[in-house]
């Protein structure tokens, strides 16, 4: 099988290139979607849900099925629980509805299998490929768009997102696909020609995203405002910002609303929470002020970091405003998480295109545009290299510590349990829950959790 699919990463990849050299755009616009969702794919076949966070998603997502307005984690509790708890709580409120909504619908069509609960993250990384090369073509010439777009869609940390390996898994690919949804919807209409039902549909998709991932989508709102600024309508401007922004709250705070009305324990502290990791370490989250400098070049190359900092000095020369929102895009999410107590890589993930774009734009089009062009493009394609290397490298072809077939779930998923059955001292119990019906598991013995 390794054999296969590396003979069919190099031909896909081949043609990818040829194509984009004959100007066969759209042909290679294809293939490079083609690629992504081969790799998406090839990554999605384990056969069991991972620890974190894919089984917890899996299991509420099951759960709203039937319930799309109550996220469960435990549906029907037999033990006393800490509602501070997401690993273990009766409601389950630490990710907004959206995602698992999705994810609940899928289970709803193809059955309670873990590919699935990953169909939805597939589809949303794949869509996102997409709106990479359309706002990268928006900025630039398709060659750099295209470059772009086979970067975000090879990458090694958004395959294992979109596979479910890697925590926030789905929910991280839906929350990027609708921030960059409202970021194309940004650009799209260029400044000056902005107008009232563009700032109304920019806090609409805002306020979608924001029910993926809550706060940081308010980037996309920050972005917009300094995108379409303009020194002669500085007050209307101002005005209809502000109007995106209530655009955005119609569409969350109904659903803040419900929670409070219905669980408000619980609601109360999610909000309190919502900034934990600015001040708590998280744990397997913990470590230094550049952890997330180190996260940015394993993610989007050794030399994107450098090359921001000449995206700095273009921007400085040319005053575009192009090169402002790619900063911003990139640097913002950097530049917050870094003074965060939690580094959690993938909180990055949100610049992702913005990044993906500089680096494609130094490695194809530097040397027209700035004289002492060497360097960064020396830059630029050692970070190619790396997104392409790293993005090998996480398939885990040849890697003892790949992921495969569990006897757990085997174990699990043949296990014929009566309904109404409560299972004590089982490791898997989320998963238990997920693949049975009317069952309640515990990873404990069964006694009182308060004692």
């Not at 395959?159 to 898994?169: C, E, K, M, P, V």
């Not at 900063?327 to 939690?342: G, R, T, V, Y």
Request: glycine share 4%.
């Amino acid at each position: 099988m390794p054999i296969i699919f590396i003979l069919a990463f190099i031909l896909t990849t081949v043609l990818t290139f040829l194509f984009a050299r004959k100007k066969n755009h759209s042909a290679a616009l294809i293939a490079i979607l083609s690629l992504s969702l081969f790799l998406k794919l090839y990554c999605s076949r384990d056969p069991y849900l991972h620890q974190w966070d894919e089984r917890y998603h899996a299991l509420v997502a099951k759960n709203m099925i039937t319930q799309p307005l109550k996220p469960t984690l435990y549906q029907n509790p037999v033990l006393p629980y800490d509602y501070k708890d997401w690993t273990a709580n009766h409601i389950w409120l630490s990710k907004p509805p959206v995602p698992l909504w999705f994810m609940a619908g899928s289970i709803a069509v193809f059955g309670t299998h873990e590919y699935a609960v990953r169909v939805p993250g597939i589809l949303f990384s794949i869509a996102s490929v997409l709106l990479t090369f359309l706002i990268a073509r928006k900025f630039f010439d398709v060659r750099i768009a295209l470059l772009a777009a086979f970067l975000h869609g090879i990458s090694g940390i958004g395959t294992d997102l979109a596979s479910g390996r890697l925590s926030s898994d789905g929910v991280e690919t839906c929350f990027l696909f609708f921030v960059e949804l409202a970021m194309w919807w940004i650009v799209r209409t260029a400044p000056g020609n902005f107008k009232l039902k563009h700032y109304a549909v920019a806090g609409i998709l805002t306020g979608i995203a924001v029910m993926c991932k809550w706060q940081p989508a308010l980037l996309c709102l920050a972005i917009m405002f300094v995108y379409h600024w303009q020194r002669d309508v500085v007050v209307k401007h101002i005005f209809y910002s502000f109007l995106a922004f209530l655009s955005a709250a119609v569409v969350f705070v109904p659903w803040l609303v419900h929670c409070f009305v219905n669980f408000p324990v619980e609601t109360k502290w999610l909000l309190q929470s919502l900034f934990s990791p600015m001040t708590d370490n998280g744990a397997g989250h913990q470590g230094t002020w550049y952890s997330h400098i180190l996260n940015f070049s394993n993610f989007f190359g050794w030399g994107s970091l450098l090359l921001m900092i000449v995206a700095i000095v273009l921007f400085i020369k040319s005053k575009s405003r192009v090169w402002l929102l790619l900063l911003l895009w990139a640097l913002l999410p950097l530049i917050i998480f870094s003074f965060a107590e939690m580094k959690r890589g993938t909180y990055l993930m949100i610049g992702a295109p913005a990044a993906f774009m500089v680096v494609s734009y130094f490695a194809l089009q530097m040397a027209e545009s700035f004289r002492f062009a060497r360097f960064p493009i020396a830059l630029a394609w050692i970070s190619v290299v790396t997104i392409v290397g790293y993005s090998i490298e996480k398939l885990y072809l040849f890697s003892d510590n790949k992921p495969g077939t569990s006897d757990w779930s085997e174990t699990i998923k043949n296990a014929d349990y009566s309904l109404g059955t409560i299972i004590y001292n089982e490791v898997h119990c989320i998963e238990v829950m997920f693949y049975h019906d009317d069952v309640v598991a515990y990873a404990i013995a069964g006694k009182d959790l308060s004692e």
